[in-house]
């Protein structure tokens, strides 16, 4: 068999029943984590959940799926793309997994096919966690070695494959269907990542918004029996390693199946609603900061060396939330970062900020990469010459570094309440917390309901 064929195999045969309890523990809390970020991105003020909601609105449709923080459903599809923008738009939420954003993209999905189908918290939580098993096998076998190959976003890429499985096992497609299913994700799958250029930080979560929603489309056809690229993910003529790396390791798409499950390989939790690069340079800084009470004036200058193939993603973008000399220079003056810090340039309204950020170098140093790709060290100047330098390895929330349950738990409702009442935001956490004996995911999307007045 190829390796698409098999893949398709493992996926037409998957269950809840074959997955360890460390594999529904993962699921449970990427599910609780990633809708605090759902809610916090479903604020009017980020313009592309807006947008997006606004347009599935306008396009109408069978109201069967919840546009999340909205007072309306429609149809799957429409519903698929403002979900999937709104798990990036605030860029809070975690759960990554190799090179994606991957709770991003397949919360939503799953979220948004299982309401449609009714589907209980058992076939929620493996459409997840099948989700994550595709979209990293096929992602790890197109990996270069290099974060953004040729351009492309992986979450904008390999979410699409992600998408169609998780949304593939609650349609309960058959092996062939599956085929299909990949084959057709991925002949759409794309996602520049031109969009560091983009100021309005609305193309940034479109990418992952357009994931879920063309996997979704996938899954869907491919129900139909619509065919596909029959071997995707194997070797052959225009193959996606030709077009999104220039490497291939098939062995990759079925090393360990069945035996490795990805979701519990995650990346682990963001706490800042900013690009997880600045992370470990945002700990390291604010250390210094607040240790040493050190005031905006006292300030010189602030170095953040990073590794080295991370800093061109971080330097000086027009997009805030991935723009290191930005998000530093908040951080020495506020001592947060805050969901405002994305959704408003800080730098118009605050001098301060705008003359920091402007003293603040970004350096991808050779010799961080002893400490690793997500490392960062951080050097603050001041005005009277003292020197201060702080290591961080692994930023608070990484997989090396975790948060507690309690941690995540307290940033959910941090973010759930600012969209709904702290009550629901109680009664979301303990539904969630015994996912798995969830009856129908359609009253877990009743929660997560807004009346339009309040938009």
């Known amino acids: 068999m190829s390796s698409t064929d098999r893949l398709a195999k493992y996926a037409a045969a998957y269950r809840f029943d074959q997955l360890p309890v460390e594999a529904v523990e993962a699921a449970k809390v990427v ?9 916090l991105g479903s604020l009017p003020k980020y313009s592309a959940s807006r947008l997006t909601g606004d347009l599935a609105k306008m396009l109408g449709g069978m109201p069967e799926c919840t546009v999340i923080g909205r007072g309306f459903k429609t149809n799957v599809a429409q519903a698929a793309l403002a979900n999937g923008v709104m798990g990036y738009a605030a860029d809070v939420e975690g759960g990554g997994v ?3 954003h991957a709770a991003a993209v397949l919360v939503p999905t799953a979220l948004t096919v299982g309401e449609r189908a009714h589907a209980d918290g058992r076939t929620l939580i493996a459409a997840l966690a099948l989700g994550y098993d595709v979209a990293a096998r096929i992602d790890r076998a197109a990996d270069p070695g290099t974060p953004y190959p040729h351009s492309f976003h992986p979450s904008g ?3 699409h494959f992600g998408a169609a499985a998780a949304a593939g096992h609650i349609l309960k497609l058959d092996q062939g269907q599956f085929v299909s299913a990949l084959g057709l994700a991925g002949i759409n799958a794309g996602g520049l990542m031109a969009w560091v250029n983009d100021p309005t930080e609305d193309s940034r979560p479109y990418v992952v918004g357009m994931a879920a929603h063309c996997g979704v489309i996938a899954a869907l056809l491919a129900k139909m029996d619509m065919g596909g690229p029959p071997g995707i993910a194997d070797d052959g003529k225009y193959t996606i390693y030709d077009a999104f790396s220039g490497a291939m390791h098939l062995e990759e798409v079925t090393r360990d199946l069945g035996e490795v ?15 997880g690069d600045i992370h470990s340079g945002l700990d390291a800084l604010l250390k210094i900061v607040v240790e040493n009470d050190l005031q905006p004036v006292d300030i010189l200058e602030l170095v953040h060396r990073v590794h080295p193939s ?16 930005y998000i530093m220079a908040v951080a020495a003056i506020r001592r947060e970062i805050n969901s405002d810090t994305v959704t408003t340039d800080l730098r118009l309204t605050d001098p301060l900020i705008r003359d920091l950020s402007r003293r603040v170098c970004l350096i991808g140093d050779p010799a961080n990469e002893a400490f690793g790709v997500g490392s960062a060290a951080v050097e603050v100047l001041t005005r009277d010459g003292r020197l201060f330098r702080e290591v961080v390895k692994h930023w608070r929330g990484h997989r090396e570094n975790p948060l507690s349950q309690a941690e995540l738990e307290g940033k959910f409702m941090r973010l759930a ?5 702290p009550k629901r935001a109680e009664r979301l956490l303990l539904l969630v917390n015994d996912l798995e004996r969830l009856d129908d995911t359609a009253r877990l999307m009743e929660l997560l309901s807004m009346p339009e007045a309040t938009m």
């Not at 609780?32 to 809610?39: I, K, R, S, V, W």
């Open 157 to 159: 890429v390999y979410g």
């Open 98 to 100: 190799w090179r994606q």
């Open 31 to 39: 599910v609780l984590d990633t809708l605090g970020a759902l809610l």
């Open 261 to 275: 499950f990805w979701i519990t390989r995650h990346g682990g939790f963001k706490q800042y609603p900013c690009c």
């Open 417 to 421: 309440t600012t969209r709904i009442p």
């Open 310 to 325: 991370r800093a061109k993603v971080i330097d000086n973008n027009p997009l805030k939330s991935h723009c290191a000399q």
